[in-house]
């Protein structure tokens, strides 16, 4: 079955850097169609897009966080990698990695979410 | 302020039916296929309807969805207090070039 988990720092400084790493497993990232998204959540708040990236390397990102945002594969290590620069305490929040299906426009499986602060 | 507007909250009694909508524009609802989320208290978002009426496996047809125009519709029966939770619709966005996800604002059902 598809699993995924979102693993990085819990807590980052203002200005900072932040990378998260999404492990998968039960797909592979070279399967035409597949994507995995990146999803971040604020306490109390809802959910923002933030990137995709699809099988063939293409890479889509929230217009407004693009400028912060690169999101890169590791197909052999299953894994998913989105960094933000710039760090600044609105950016506290869950952040969710989560499997899109090469038919269809969805995200079907989702990791439980890595809660990032950012606190000085 | 979300592309997608869905009400902040909705609330129903045990065994009653509840709708919950999301309108967007062309852009996005209008050309696209919309899907739902339901989110329980401290976990994960997790699908409930995909391709704007299409249930995952697992999911109970007591869910369902519906898409009209530039707008969509979750609706769910026989309501059970465990279906207590926030709800997100979402969708792909055209309206740029490289295009973009969206979600709804989220809805909270409460089951009285």
């Known amino acids: 079955q598809i699993t995924l988990k979102e693993s990085g720092p819990t807590l980052v400084k203002p200005t900072q850097t932040l990378t998260l790493t999404c492990t998968f497993s039960?797909?592979?990232?070279?399967?035409?169609?597949?994507?995995v998204g990146w999803i971040r959540q604020p306490p109390g708040k809802a959910l923002e897009w933030l990137a995709l990236i699809y099988w063939n390397d293409d890479k889509r990102y929230s217009p407004s966080l693009k400028s912060r945002l690169t999101i890169t594969k590791d197909t052999s290590k299953n894994q998913v990698v989105l960094t933000m620069t710039n760090m600044d305490p609105v950016d506290t929040a869950t952040y969710y990695c989560?499997?899109?299906?090469?038919?269809?426009?969805?995200?079907?499986?989702w990791g439980q979410g890595t809660l990032v602060t950012v606190s000085s | 302020q979300s592309v997608l507007t869905q009400p902040p909250s909705v609330s129903a009694a045990p065994g009653q039916k509840v709708t919950i909508s999301c309108s967007g524009s062309s852009s996005n609802i209008g050309n696209n296929y919309v899907s739902w989320y339901q989110q329980l208290p401290g976990t994960a978002p997790k699908l409930l309807i995909y391709?704007?009426?299409k249930r995952p496996s697992g999911i109970p047809d007591r869910f369902s969805g519906s898409k009209s125009g530039t707008s969509a519709t979750l609706g769910i029966t026989g309501l059970q207090t465990g279906d207590e939770a926030d709800y997100y619709c979402?969708?792909?966005?055209?309206?740029?070039?490289?295009?973009?996800?969206?979600f709804g604002g989220g809805t909270k059902l409460t089951v009285l």
């Open positions: 989560a499997h899109r299906p090469p038919l269809g426009m969805s995200f079907d499986y």
């Open positions: 979402g969708t792909w966005d055209s309206s740029l070039s490289a295009g973009s996800w969206v």
């Open positions: 039960g797909f592979s990232l070279s399967t035409s169609g597949v994507g």
């Open positions: 391709d704007n009426n």
